[in-house]
């Protein structure tokens, strides 16, 4: 089963949907700390899923942060180019969740270690990662750049998605957290920037 967990403190953030090149509808079960495959077959997706990543199995449920484990993962999407497939696993360390992008190479299987991760901040440091990370997409011009939405840092970061290196930030005036978020309107105008969720 899909889980939500309603009257939480933390909660469960509505996880992300993806449809890859090959027609298999990936979905990020952030209740339950995966991310299931639901194969294209004989033209409709099925109503099973075939894999499940995060979890050993489809009856497991536990959180971790190592490279074969999930913590409330929020969004999921496969690079056209690459054939990699990406998960947001977006939960912040106040969660105890590591609050990263997984990348994870084909084939793939139930339980895979991911091949790297980018953008965990370092011990002490927020701005230098991702916090409460909700949405991200890649970018169109650029196979190596990724734009996530780093909610809880207030801003939207263009990352480098073989490096992790933080290439371009919308939402603060650098990289820091020093200064407060916004950006400029249409108008010219100064406007604040707060929890930017969504890919």
């Not at 089963?1 to 509808?25: C, K």
């Not at 497991?60 to 993962?73: D, E, I, M, Q």
């Not at 991911?114 to 965990?120: H, L, M, Q, V, Y």
Request: glycine share 14%; hydrophobic share 35%.
């Amino acid at each position: 089963n899909l889980q939500w967990e309603y009257g939480t403190t933390i909660g469960v953030f509505g996880a992300g949907v993806h449809i890859d090149q090959a027609g298999n509808l990936w979905l990020t079960d952030s209740g339950n700390h995966r991310v299931l495959r639901f194969p294209k077959a004989g033209g409709t997706i099925a109503k099973t899923a075939d894999l499940v990543i995060g979890q050993p199995n489809f009856t497991s449920t536990a959180t971790g942060t190592a490279l074969n484990r999930l913590y409330k993962p929020q969004a999921v999407s496969m690079h056209s180019l690459t054939g990699e497939l990406y998960i947001l696993d977006g939960e912040s360390p106040n969660y105890g969740g590591p609050c990263r992008l997984l990348v994870f190479a084909s084939p793939f299987t139930n339980g895979m270690s991911a091949t790297r991760e980018i953008g965990k901040a370092s011990a002490g440091d927020q701005a230098s990662g991702l916090f409460n990370a909700r949405g991200f997409v890649f970018d169109p011009s650029d196979p190596n750049a990724v734009w996530v939405a780093d909610g809880g840092n207030d801003r939207i970061l263009k990352m480098n998605t073989l490096s992790g290196a933080l290439l371009d930030v919308i939402g603060r005036p650098d990289f820091t957290l020093n200064q407060g978020p916004g950006f400029i309107d249409w108008q010219g105008q100064s406007r604040g920037f707060r929890q930017v969720d969504g890919g």
